[in-house]
């Protein structure tokens, strides 16, 4: 089944404690994005990546890093999580930038104490 | 102005009823739009998309278009209580620009 597998899908932890999201897409997508999702804000892009080893940013990436080592994995990390990065963390993939939509993970609910 | 705008609702409706939902977006030479459903806690589910030539049926769901006034329409036919969810707006503009969503509740 083609997907977009993201984990965890819950998390809660404290600040300044390193965590990483993964995403593995099985649709050998080149795009792979990452976008942060709350309540009147709709969806926010924080770091998206055109192909391996090719990322770049978002509109709100502070706070966040990402890597693309491999075509399939596109991790998201979080380095010293602050109480303002609280939110709903989506990992999404396509066959490029725009033209055939995106498929999104099932994501992934932060919560920073 | 926002790229692409989109009334957050709630918009109600009575079950069999056509809900339509709209989006309006600011670059005029977008070529490609798209809808998604969310349910609360979810991802979002693509499940209408239109280029710049045409409007679209798929079921009872159809997406309109209308360049000169840069807006794009979705219309619920037979609604139905699961219709209930958000609806994100998407436009490409190089990479895809959401809406913040609309409300939709389908009141049985």
């Known amino acids: 089944e083609a997907q977009v597998t993201q984990n965890p899908r819950y998390l809660i932890t404290v600040t300044g404690k390193k965590l990483t999201v993964t995403c593995s897409q099985n649709m050998n997508h080149e795009y792979m994005s990452w976008y942060r999702q709350d309540p009147g804000l709709g969806l926010r892009q924080i770091y998206y990546?055109?192909?391996?080893?090719?990322?770049d940013k978002g509109d709100v990436p502070e706070g966040y890093k990402v890597s693309r080592k491999e075509k399939r994995n596109f991790p998201l990390i979080l380095e010293s999580p602050s109480p303002n990065q609280t939110s709903l963390y989506f990992c999404?993939?396509?066959?490029?930038?725009?033209?055939?939509?995106?498929?999104f993970g099932s994501g992934t609910r932060l919560t920073v104490v | 102005q926002k790229e692409v705008e989109q009334n957050s609702g709630p918009l109600s409706v009575p079950e069999g009823a056509i809900a339509s939902l709209n989006c309006t977006y600011s670059?005029?030479?977008?070529?490609?739009f798209f809808w998604y459903r969310q349910y609360s806690g979810k991802s979002p589910e693509l499940i209408m998309f239109i280029y710049s030539n045409g409007d679209k049926e798929d079921g009872r769901f159809t997406a309109q278009l209308n360049k000169a006034s840069q807006y794009v329409s979705l219309l619920i036919r037979d609604s139905q209580p699961s219709d209930s969810a958000t609806y994100l707006c998407?436009?490409?503009?190089?990479?895809?620009?959401f809406g913040a969503g609309t409300i939709l509740r389908v009141k049985s």
């Open positions: 670059d005029r030479g977008s070529q490609s």
């Open positions: 999404a993939s396509s066959l490029n930038r725009g033209s055939y939509g995106y498929t």
């Open positions: 998407a436009v490409n503009l190089d990479k895809l620009v």
């Open positions: 990546s055109m192909n391996v080893e090719v990322t």
